[in-house]
C-alpha cells in the first residue's frame, strides 16, 4: 500500500525557467533511463522477488524512485512554464508540451516518445535483474551528469547531483545484494556452459582500417582464454 | 565491411518439428534479449567507441552475435515449417507466421511484437555501456536456460546449450574490459557523488504483511551505511 | 514522497491458481485500461493541476491507484505461479510470462504488448482532464466486470469486485469535482463555438441496410439542433 | 460503403504558409486527440454496436470525422509547402516531413511519431463508450483553441474555428445520446459496486508542502461520503 | 468530403462463426497489410499529390479501401460474436477482444498490436509511392489467399475473394498509372546514379553448406552486369 | 556466418561537421527506409527463401546492406561529434544525441523515434517480397536524393551518391529476379482473382473542387477496364 506526502524528497529551486533545458529533463521524467523506469522496473521485481530479503530492498529502493520521479516531473514544470498558454512564441513552443499538454510535463522522453515498458528488464531471476538494475544505475548517473553540464542554475544542479548521488547509492546496494548471494560472477540460473566452448574468444572482425586495428587484451588472451581467430574464413577455407 | 558465408556457426540438427517450441524460439530472434538486440547494442556501440581494443572487442562480439542471430532463425525456422501454407491446422496456426509471414520468421518475438531498438542500451559511455552488456548476457544466458527446459530435441537442446554457453563467454569478455579500465566499482563518468547523501538508504517500504517484513542486509547496514527509517512519515510528524 | 507498507490495500485470498486467467488479468495491470494506467494519469494531472484543491484529490487517487496496482499485481502473480521454471507444460507456457519473465509478472496487457504512456490522456486543462478521467474509471469499471465473469474462485471475485467498487468511487469524485468548478456542461477552454455551426447535425451516413438504417434522436432532433441531409452529396448536386 | 466528394467540408484559405505551424497542425491530423482518432474511435465503435438509433449517430459523426481529417491535412499541406524539395534551408527543414515525406503531410504527431490504435478507446458497452467520446472531443476543443493561439492567418484562423466548433456540436450529440439511454450516472455494465467500500474517499495524500496541502470537496464530504485518514499509515501503526 | 452509405460494398454472409478465425482476420482490419493500411497510404499519397489525375485515382482507390475495411470488420465481427460477454468460455476467450473489447472488433491486428502508421510508405514521389502501392497489393493479395485456405464456410470464401480479387485489380491500376508516367524502369527522382558503380554486384555472401550455395543468374551476370567477387575479403588481403 | 573487416565499404571523409544534417542522416542509419531495414529485410527474407539462387541473391544484398549501415552511420557520426559532452551549446544539443547517446549514433530515425520491425515487409512469397524489395529500394534513393540536396560537403555528397547509386544496383537485381520467375505481371500466390470483378475500376471519388476533379486514365479505361460510377450514391438510389 503507498502513501504520498506532499513534500518533495529534495526541495528544487529554480532561477530563470529554461524552456530547452526543462524538454531535456523529461529524459529523466519519462525516458529510457529515466526515474519512472527505475521505479517501475525495481517494484516489479520487488513484486515477483521471493528472497525476502531483497525483495525488500527492490521495494525501497522502487518507492524511492517514485519520489524522485515527483522531483524531476516538479524541476522540469518549472522550466517549462512559459509553455502555458499565451505565455510563449511560436519558435519556443514544443508543440507536444505546449499545444496537446497545455504546458505542462507528461510522460514523453525530451523528443515526445510516450514511455513504454519496452524499457524495463524484469527477469525473474534475481542474479540477472540485481545486473540489470547496476547498469541502469550507472545509465542514470551519466545522464543525470550530462544534463548538469547544460545547466548553470544553481537550484538545478543541486537538485540534479542530489538524484545523481542517489544513483550511486543504489548501484552499491544492488552490487552488495548481488555479492552476497553466494554464486560465482559468472554464474546465472542453473545449467552450466558448455567447456568446449566457453573460453573460445573468436575474432570476428579483422584486418585495419578507418574502423581501428585488431587487439589483444585480458578479455581474449591470458587466463583461460584460446583465442580463435577468423572462424568465418576458416570455413571457408576448409571447404575448398 | 561484412562478408557472409554460407554456412551456420553451429550446425543444428531438429528432429521432429515442435511449432510451440518454435514460437518461443523467436524471443531470441526478435526478442528483448535476443541475438539481434546483443548485435546491434555491440555493433553500434563499437562504431561510436573511442577506446581502441575495446572497440575491437565490441566489434567481434556484435559480429558473432550476428551469426547467433542466423543459428536461431535457423532453428526457429526448422520448428516452425509445419506453418507453411497448407500444412497446418487451423488450431495450430499462429495468425502473424502463417498468414502474414507464409511459415518463416520474421524479427518479432514470441507475442508477435515487433523487435524495437527501445530494446538497446547505448550510453556512449564506455563503463557504463559495459554494465548494460553484462546484464544483458546474463538474461540472454537465462532466456537460454528456461527454453531449453521446454524442448526434449537432442539436436535443438546441443545448439541452445552453445548459443547460452557463449553468452557466458561474453559476459567475461566485458567484465574483463570493465575491470581494466582503471575506474572504481562505483565511479562513473566524471563527477562525483555528494558525500551527504551517497551512504544513506532510505528505508521506504516498511511494515509486515502479505507483502514481506522488513530487512537488514550488507546492502543497508555496516561499512558506510547510514540507515534512514521511513523518510516520508518523519517529514510529516516534523510539520505537525 | 512516497512511502510503501507491506501490506496489500485488500487481502487477496486464491483457490486454486488459473494460468489462463492470470494472463487475462494483466490487462488491469500493464494494460490500457489497467491500474497503471489510472495511476499515472492522476498522478501527472495531479503534479501539473493549479487548483489547490483538485490537485489534492487528483494526488489522492493517483496514489491509491498505485495501491491498486499492487494488488492487481499480486493476483495475478498468484494465478501465474504455476509458470515458474519447471513447474509447467510447453502447452501451458506463455512465453513472454514463461521463459522471458520467470513466471512473474510484468507491466505488459495480456497479449503481451507493453505498457505505453500513449494509453494517457494529460491535457493540462482541468476541466478536460476531469473528464478523461470519468471515461478512464467506466472503462476500467467494465473491464472489471468481464474478468470477474471469467472466474469462479471466491478469492478472486472478491478481490475484483472490491477493485472494480473503487472505480465507481473515484468516477463519483470526479463528477463532483467537474461539476462545482463553475462551467457549463459544454464550455471547455475559453473560446466559445462558432454559433453558425454549432447547432448543425450533418447526416453523414444514410440509407439503410446491413448496416442499420438512418434514425433520429435527441442528439439531432428538438431544442437547437438543425438536421443536415448528406451535405456531401448536397455538394455534388450544387456542381452539377 | 463510402463516397468521397472532390470538396473540401469547409474550405481553406491560407495567406503566408508557415512552416513551424504547419508541423503544430500535424497534431490534428495524426496526433492522439487528432482527426484519425476521432474518426476511427467512432466508425470503429459504430461498427460493433448494437444499439441502432445510437450506432446510426456514429457513423454519422464518424464520417464527419474523415472529412474533417481531410481539412486538416489540407491546411497542414498548405503550410508546409515550402519543405518541399529544394524550397527550404537546412535550418527549416523537418527531416521526416522534408526528406522522408517530400514536403508532404503523413499520420505522424507534431514530434513525428506515428499514429497508433492505442489512442483509441473502444469498449464494446455504449455507455463507456460515450463517455470516451465525450472526453475525446473536449480534448480536441482544447486543442484547436491552443493552436488557434499560435496563428495569426485569418484563412487558418477560420478553418480551426470551424473545427473546434463542430468538436463541441459531437460532444452535445455524445451527452445527449447519453442521457437518454435509461441508465443512472454512475450505472456502468450490470454489477453494482460493493455498499461497503463505494462511498469511502481514501486521503492518501497528506500533509503541506511544496505540492499543496490537504483539502476536502464535494468529492469527499458531503452526501453519502465517508473520509477515511491515511490508510496505509493506519495499517502500519495497527500492526505495531 | 466524405459520406457513408449504410449497406456494406459486398454482401457478407456467415454460416457457423468461428472464433478463431475471426481473429486472424483482423490482420486485414488492424494489420500491417489490411484495409485500414491500404485506405491510409493511397488517400494521404492522394492529398500530397500534384498530378491532378493520379490524385484521382489515388482518392478512388483510398475510398473504396474503407469501404473494404467496413466488409472485413463487418466479416470479423461475425466471426467473434461468441466472444460477447458470457458467451464464451475462458479457453476461448481472447482477453484483448473479449474483456478489454466486449467481443467487438479494434484497430489491431491477430496478435493484438495496435495498428501503427509505420506500417505506411508515403514518400511524396509519385513513381516511388506508385511502386509502394504495387508492392502494398501484392502482399494484401497473398495474404487473403491464406487467409481462405483456414476457412470452410462458403459465405467467407466469397467475400475474401471478392476482396482478393479487388487488390489485383488495384495493382492493375497502379501499374498502368506507372508506366504511363513516362520514366525509365529504373528512373527514380531527379539524380542519376554513378556509372562507375551502378553495374556492379558485389557477391557477399559466399561458400556453401546449411544456407544454400553460390548461384548467378540475370541479376548479376549478363547485360551490363560486373561480378564482384567477395570485396570484404579482397580488402583484407589487400592491406596484408 | 558473417565477418567483419575494419574498413568502410567506401571511404568517408567530411569537411566541416554539421550536427543538423548528422540528424537527418540518422533517417539512413536508423530509420523507416533506412540500411538496418533493408540489411533486415533482405536477410530475413534470405533465411526464409526456398529457391536457392535467389536466397542467394537476397543474402549477397543484404549483408551488402550491413556495410551501409556502417558507412552511414559513421558519416552520421563524424557530423554529430560536436554534440559529444561538453562541446556543444545546450541550443545545437539534441537532447537524445548528447545527453542519453553522449553524442553518438543510436538505432533512432531523425526525430528520435527507435527502428521497428514494423518498417520490414516479409511475406515469404517471393514474387511478392521482390516486389517490396523493389519499392523500398525505391525509397531509399529518393531519400538519399533529398539528403544530398541538404549538404554542400563535397565528401559527404560522394559517400552518399555512393550509397543512392546501390539502390538502384539492387533494384536492378531485385526487378530482374522478379522477372524470370516465370510468372505473369499480376500473378501472385495461386489463387486466380474472381473474373467478375477484376477488372471493374470503382469511382469512388468524383465531382470537382479544392481537390481536384474526375479523370480518366489507362489505370481505368481501355483495355479489359469497366468504370463503374459512384457505386455508393448507385446503391442509395436503387433502394429508394
Redesign the interface.
Known sequence: ?????????Y??NVGEP?V??G??L??QF????GE?AAA?QYS?Q???CDD??????L??????E??HL?VI??LA?MHLKPL???QCS??E?D??I????????????????????????????L??DL??N??AE??A???Y??????TDDPGTKEAL??L???E??H???????L??MGKG??E????P??EE????????????????????????QGGDWELVD????A??AS?Q
Not at 2 to 8: E, G, P, S
Not at 98 to 124: E, H, I, R
Not at 230 to 233: C, K, Q
Request: aromatic share 10%.
Open positions: 500500500m503507498y502513501h504520498h506526502v506532499k513534500r518533495l524528497m526541495t528544487v529554461d530547452r533545458f524538454q531535456m523529461l529524459e519519462g525516458g529510457a533511463n519512472l517501475m516489479v520487488g513484486l515477483n525476502p530479503k531483497r525483495k525488500d530492498m521495494m525501497d529502493i522502487g518507492t524511492e517514485l519520489s515527483e516531473g516538479s514544470r502555458k498558454q499565451g511560436k519558435a513552443a508543440p507536444l505546449a499545444v496537446v499538454g497545455g504546458g505542462g510535463v507528461s510522460l514523453f522522453n525530451s523528443q515526445g516518445n510516450p514511455w513504454t515498458a519496452d524499457y524495463l528488464k524484469v527477469s525473474g531471476q542474479e540477472v545486473r540489470s547496476i547498469a550507472a545509465r548517473k551519466i545522464t551528469e550530462r544534463l548538469i553540464d547544460f547531483t542530489f545523481m548521488t542517489r550511486i547509492t548501484m552499491k546496494a544492488f552490487q552488495a545484494a555479492e552476497t560472477p559468472f546465472i540460473g542453473e545449467l556452459p558448455d566452448y566457453v573460453n573460445k574468444y573468436y575474432n570476428d572482425s579483422t584486418g585495419e582500417g578507418e574502423l581501428g586495428e585488431d587487439a589483444t587484451g585480458p578479455w581474449n577468423s572462424p568465418a574464413f570455413t571457408l571447404k
